[in-house]
């Protein structure tokens, strides 16, 4: 192995993990078809609180399926692509995912 360690990252510099990294997310109900858009750091973590009541919002349409996750550096790139996803355009790209 080199002097990276065969990650072929330059020494003194770590690689990019998916910890600081922002998700924007939709999901849909399989009860009544609702959908639902958030923001989250933990997609997975996010999924199962809303599977298991935790989230108000959501507890009265569970069961819910991730149908749409995208990933950002930022924080507000995220939330600028929530805020499309929650406006009519957005919500007709999501329903065009699921034909």
Do not use: C, W
């Amino acid at each position: 192995m080199g002097a990276d360690g065969g990650t072929g990252i330059p020494a003194g510099r770590q690689a990019h993990t998916t910890q600081n990294m922002f998700y924007t997310y939709a999901l849909k109900s399989l009860t009544d078809g609702h959908l639902y858009i958030g923001l989250t750091q933990d997609v997975e973590k996010r999924l199962k609180e809303h599977n298991t009541g935790k989230t108000r919002s959501t507890r009265n349409r569970l069961p819910f399926r991730l149908i749409y996750q995208e990933s950002f550096n930022t924080r507000l790139e995220a939330r600028q692509k929530e805020k499309y996803l929650k406006s009519g355009i957005g919500r007709e790209f999501l329903k065009s995912l699921q034909t």
